[in-house]
């Protein structure tokens, strides 16, 4: 829409300060033509907009046109500044809606604070997401976004080890863990949580639901995440590690170090968790001679029968 377009540009001029026509029409993806009638928009509504020409000209407001906005830290505005927009808002259907309220925010805002915000913005960048990145595909998303603010049930399918499961639900909160969104749902009274990703079919019902007075979202997260961890499977062992890569296993994912003796000749031996006996042996085998399992003894004799078997394999 134009009257967009126009406020877009006066945000950006009151932002950026100078900008030629190309400049406007590039940001904007619109013809330089376009930009011309805009201007002239702008000036017939009384916007003090002038061109300036030469090498170095271009469009710009008169010096002090615009509105301060007073209460505003320089720390606050950085916090909102690192919340840039994400996959995740882009997965809401609200990164462009992030950056228009970021433009009226700054087009608002004292001059000095401006500038501070665009030096953090050229200093830190957060992403995210994990090396390993995982592009699920989320088909159903907006059907069960639209259940969501709507307070609507929702019918679904999804996979249950060899069985297909159906269930009405009632939508009652998204969560995204780093780039994967699940969804919170109360089901026959009980809380359950769901990743989006796995369902097979969502239909949206046109009956209603009324949500729990009690629910909160953050924390039944919380609280939901405390008891997977409490509940994941635990290996206890003894390894003996090679000093000069201790650093290095204490970053496995799987392996939590829960006590280290002193080096002894350049290998200590160390009290480790493991969460299954099988991931115990693939971690061990990985790090080839530099780790050498201690006990328990099913460890060791699972360890020896693999190599056994890769020897085997290569002889």
Known sequence: MRADRLLSILLLLQNQGKMTTRQLAEKLEVSERTIHRDMEALSAAGVPIFAERGTYGGWQLTDGYQTDLTGLKASEMTSLLLGSPSTLLGDLGLREHFEAALQKLLAASPAALRQNAEYVRQRIHIDGAG??????????????????WQEKQLLIQYRRTNEIVERTISPLGLVAKRSTWYLVAEVDGEMRTYRISRFLSVLPLDMGFIRPAYFDLAGYWEESTA?????????????????????????????????????CNGWVVTDVQFETLESAVEIVLRYGALLKAVEPQELRDQVIAEARAILSLYS
């Open 227 to 263: 008891h997977f961890l409490a509940a994941l499977p635990r290996y206890p062992a003894k390894l003996q590690i090679r000093e000069d890569i201790r650093d290095r296993f204490a970053e496995e994912r799987f392996v939590q170090i829960k006590n280290t003796q002193s080096a």
């Open 131 to 148: 090396w390993h990145q995982l592009n699920e595909s989320i088909p159903f998303f907006p059907v069960i976004q639209d259940a969501v």
